[in-house]
């Protein structure tokens, strides 16, 4: 069975659901006495442009959707209002008026006459649970369904399994980009293959430390996992039986905000090993602003980026942290995916890429 991909789909007078990487990192800023939100990276948002564009040009109606954090119902903090705004800005709309609307049941905001974005998804209770009826009730919107959120396309969440049961479903340019390069690197990695886990999301990450265990040279983990290490020390004890791969937890330091620079020092070393480095998240709490925390993380990605060999980097915070240092063009290739590129490398099957067979 082959994927269903969008070039070959007749989108021509349709109304496109296009589910889209909204999850963006955001920062709270206060100007004039008034709190505003901004976005402090758009790396996943430009990564969708193309296909947004394509259907524009080949004269379909868009509905983008997607979700942005992990809301409790509804909240004002994690609207997509910004993002509504900067799709405004990129398709250089002038005298923008954005117009907040209805389609069916759901908020969202009128870009174009043609393009409408609907509020962030995770509002509403029947997205996570995926959820038969409201499932259906977003497919009702739209006659085609677009799947390019390659980094939530591991979650079984109404838009991104339910949506495309009862619609023509394809993937975006995007995730077919992402499947096309990381099957390649799953497939046949030049070793040594060294994978570097760091960032928050724990429950998401750790089972992934363990997968990475079977299939990578070395496994660095830094950063707030780090300090799960009763469980990775388990980890550790099994790789070490049937001695598959090397892990190595990073130390951190007193204040617990990064990890220490003899274990940074350590972890230079297993990168200059490497013939394909893989990274996901951050091993330092890089939004403080107290503290240089992000001394290590900062010193990894001139590492991997001095090596020169294939480096992939995926996961909003990382993809912000980099951009932010200015070193995103010296990785070969930048993942919209952070917990769903490792489970894609842990040769999982995601279910939002399996529905679009
Ligand atoms: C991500 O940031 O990895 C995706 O947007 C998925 O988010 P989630 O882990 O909250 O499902």
């Given at each position: 069975?082959?994927?269903?991909?969008?070039?070959?789909?007749?989108?021509?007078?349709?109304?496109?659901?296009?589910?889209?990487?909204?999850?963006?990192?955001?920062?709270?800023?206060?100007?004039?006495?008034?709190?505003?939100?901004?976005?402090?990276?758009?790396?996943?948002?430009?990564?969708?442009?193309?296909?947004?564009?394509?259907?524009?040009?080949?004269?379909?109606?868009?509905?983008?959707?997607?979700?942005?954090?992990?809301?409790?119902?509804?909240?004002?903090?994690?609207?997509?209002?910004?993002?509504?705004?900067?799709?405004?800005?990129?398709?250089?709309?002038?005298?923008?008026?954005?117009?907040?609307?209805?389609?069916?049941?759901?908020?969202?905001?009128?870009?174009?006459?043609?393009?409408?974005?609907?509020?962030?998804?995770?509002?509403?209770?029947?997205?996570?649970?995926?959820?038969?009826?409201?499932?259906?009730?977003?497919?009702?919107?739209?006659?085609?369904?677009?799947?390019?959120?390659?980094?939530?396309?591991?979650?079984?969440?109404?838009?991104?399994?339910?949506?495309?049961?009862?619609?023509?479903?394809?993937?975006?340019?995007?995730?077919?980009?992402?499947?096309?390069?990381?099957?390649?690197?799953?497939?046949?990695?030049?070793?040594?293959?060294?994978?570097?886990?760091?960032?928050?999301?724990?429950?998401?990450?750790?089972?992934?430390?363990?997968?990475?265990?079977?299939?990578?040279?070395?496994?660095?983990?830094?950063?707030?996992?780090?300090?799960?290490?009763?469980?990775?020390?388990?980890?550790?004890?099994?790789?070490?039986?049937?001695?598959?791969?090397?892990?190595?937890?990073?130390?951190?330091?007193?204040?617990?905000?990064?990890?220490?620079?003899?274990?940074?020092?350590?972890?230079?070393?297993?990168?200059?090993?490497?013939?394909?480095i893989i990274w996901n998240g951050p091993v330092g709490y890089v939004e403080n602003k107290k503290e240089d925390s992000a001394r290590a993380s900062r010193k990894l990605a001139y590492a991997i980026a001095k090596s020169k060999e294939f480096s992939i980097v995926g996961g909003g915070d990382t993809l912000g942290f980099l951009r932010n240092i200015g070193l995103s063009e010296e990785f070969s290739f930048l993942s919209t995916g952070g917990g769903a590129m490792l489970e894609f490398l842990s040769d999982n099957k995601l279910p939002g890429i399996e529905i679009l067979y």
């Amino acid at each position: 069975m082959k994927l269903c991909l969008l070039k070959n789909a007749n989108v021509s007078g349709k109304t496109v659901f296009l589910r889209a990487d909204l999850d963006v990192p955001l920062s709270q800023q206060k100007t004039n006495n008034r709190q505003q939100t901004k976005i402090i990276d758009d790396s996943r948002l430009l990564a969708w442009m193309p296909t947004l564009e394509y259907l524009l040009k080949n004269g379909a109606k868009v509905i983008i959707a997607g979700h942005l954090g992990r809301p409790k119902g509804v909240d004002k903090s994690l609207s997509l209002n910004p993002v509504a705004k900067w799709i405004s800005n990129k398709l250089k709309i002038e005298n923008l008026k954005l117009k907040k609307i209805n389609l069916g049941e759901f908020d969202g905001w009128e870009v174009l006459p043609s393009l409408f974005l609907l509020e962030n998804l995770r509002f509403y209770e029947g997205e996570e649970k995926n959820d038969e009826e409201f499932a259906k009730k977003l497919a009702g919107l739209a006659d085609v369904y677009v799947n390019d959120a390659f980094a939530a396309s591991h979650r079984k969440h109404a838009s991104i399994v339910g949506v495309p049961k009862h619609l023509p479903h394809f993937a975006g340019f995007r995730l077919e980009k992402e499947i096309e390069v990381l099957s390649k690197v799953l497939k046949d990695p030049e070793r040594p293959l060294v994978v570097l886990i760091g960032g928050a999301k724990l429950e998401t990450k750790l089972p992934l430390v363990e997968k990475m265990h079977h299939f990578a040279d070395y496994v660095l983990v830094g950063g707030k996992i780090a300090k799960e290490t009763e469980s990775l020390i388990k980890v550790q004890h099994e790789k070490l039986n049937s001695a598959k791969s090397m892990l190595f937890v990073g130390e951190l330091n007193k204040n617990e905000t990064d990890i220490t620079d003899e274990s940074t020092e350590n972890f230079i070393q297993v990168i200059n090993l490497a013939k394909t480095i893989i990274w996901n998240g951050p091993v330092g709490y890089v939004e403080n602003k107290k503290e240089d925390s992000a001394r290590a993380s900062r010193k990894l990605a001139y590492a991997i980026a001095k090596s020169k060999e294939f480096s992939i980097v995926g996961g909003g915070d990382t993809l912000g942290f980099l951009r932010n240092i200015g070193l995103s063009e010296e990785f070969s290739f930048l993942s919209t995916g952070g917990g769903a590129m490792l489970e894609f490398l842990s040769d999982n099957k995601l279910p939002g890429i399996e529905i679009l067979y």
